[in-house]
């Protein structure tokens, strides 16, 4: 049953307008970089996923340490806005340098910035609605976050086609800065400090005790299903940028933006019904759809490299993200109810995204330049299908019921 949360207006509309404005930095300059990279400057599909997977590296290394930060923290906002700001530095920084180390530089900023964003907004969120609330408002927030990005697609294909590619980093700096404004509008008396990390009265426990998460098999078992899932998902749709600027030079960035708009239009109401669906069905089997999305993805696109072909299959971009990003929170929430653990078992778990997005990034590259295209997205395929048999085979329902009472206390 979802509940008022005690949380007011102006706090949750200021929520709403931060995962609108974060869906653009999250991602950094994303798959506009490979595009850049290959179209303006030249670069070798190698060294393009050296610059790719040096963000993805970054991460990886900081996620767990930055979900930590985020539970032993009060100041989350604070540490929000100056992880935005970073990421608005590192992309004006990337139009400046040229040369194959800036731009790993670059992105390595980004990367550690954005590793505190994700369990961030996981936290307010809790904190302000609290887990009787949890489920349909992290919909919410992946709902907003998709049209963010739909937005930023838009402006960025029109800018990189109608203007320079380099106005694309500087549209990501924009919506960075919007960001710090928008957090700043969640009021800090409103957000319950210890639930954000996942506490509870009765529960004595310290935040971010690592032995105690990697103890439990549920935990480990969910991470190796993500790592494949990223290690999957992360290069397919740079590849499909490079894709299309084969020949194509001029229009690439306006079809990037077609396949990034369509994917986004699914994701929202995908999101919306994701959070729903897993109060009435459950978590797992509303998970198991979006893992079975993504090999059929890699398989679609070996079959045409034809644009609207591309931009088509993006549509199960949209089921496989839209759910993953909702269904991953709710695990996690799950999984540590009253322990304190909340935001580093979020980062435990975004090191092992990262790690499979790293080893995506930096393996396809290689592997398109002897196999070609069409042959990485059905190696990328098989590993997709591999994800979605751990997930089935090990992950078990984490759905608990939500007892009757107030959305949280202070």
Partial sequence: MHTQSVAGSTSLRALDALNFFLADVRDGVGPYLAIYLLASRSWSAGDIGIAMASMSVATLLAQTPAGALVDAVAARRLLMGLASTVVAVACVMMTWFEGLWPVVIAQAMIGVAVAVLAPGVAA????????????????????????????????AGLIGHYVAREGIFYLVAVFALFSVVSIACVKPDEIDVRLARGEQAGHDEGPGRLAALLADRRVLVLAAAVTLFHFANAAMLPLVGQY????????????????????????????????????????????????????????????????????AVQMLDGIGAGVFGVLIVLMVSDLTRGTGRFNVTQGALATATGLGAAASNLSAGFIVERFGYGATFCMLAGVAAVALSVFALGVPETATPVVAGPTHTR
């Fill in 124 to 155: 307010i969120t809790l904190g302000l609605v609290g887990y009787r609330g949890l489920s349909r408002r992290t919909g919410r927030n992946e709902a907003f976050n998709h049209a963010g990005n739909i937005a930023a697609a838009v402006c």
């Fill in 244 to 311: 299309l600027s084969l020949g194509r030079n001029s229009a690439a960035s306006l079809y990037m933006s077609a396949c990034i708009i369509v994917a986004q239009l699914v994701m929202i109401p995908v999101a919306v019904a994701a959070g729903r669906l897993a109060e009435r069905w459950g978590r797992r089997p509303v998970f198991m759809i979006g893992f079975a999305a993504l090999p059929l993805r890699g398989v679609a696109y070996a079959l045409s490299d034809h644009p609207v072909w591309l931009v």
